[in-house]
Nanobody, 115 residues
Framework: QVQLVESGGGLVQPGGSLRLSCVASGGIFSVYNMGWYRQAPGKQRELVAAITSRGQTNYVESVKGRFTISRDNAKNTVYLQMNSLKLEDTAVYYC?????????WGQGTQVTVSS
């Protein structure tokens, strides 16, 4: 059983930055591929950024150049650095351990971008 706890969300103005953290416990973090997802009101949850166990990264087009996913295996933590935030980035952000068969989700952290 893997537990994931996100933190770092909050209210930020357009153009601002936030760094989300997700701490994992109960498993072998270093072997997991990890993902950050988000779900805005009335929309489906979408994958925002992913990082493999080897550190390869991938991003949805809308956040390329603004968001950076990283991991620290010594701290069992995956991060999402979000810069140049836009109104449309407002959502609940979730991290996920991409394990077979269905993975494990955190509880989510709210990010609100508003002036």
């Amino acid at each position: 059983q893997v537990q994931l706890v996100e933190s770092g969300g909050g209210l930020v103005q357009p153009g601002g930055s936030l760094r989300l953290s997700c701490v994992a416990s109960g498993g072998i973090f270093s072997v997991y591929n990890m993902g950050w997802y988000r779900q805005a009101p009335g929309k489906q949850r979408e994958l925002v950024a992913a990082i493999t166990s080897r550190g390869q990264t991938n991003y949805v087009e809308s956040v390329k150049g603004r968001f950076t996913i990283s991991r620290d295996n010594a701290k069992n933590t995956v991060y999402l650095q979000m810069n140049s935030l836009k109104l449309e980035d407002t959502a609940v952000y979730y991290c996920k351990a991409e394990t077979w068969p269905s993975g494990y989700w955190g509880q989510g952290t709210q990010v609100t971008v508003s002036s």
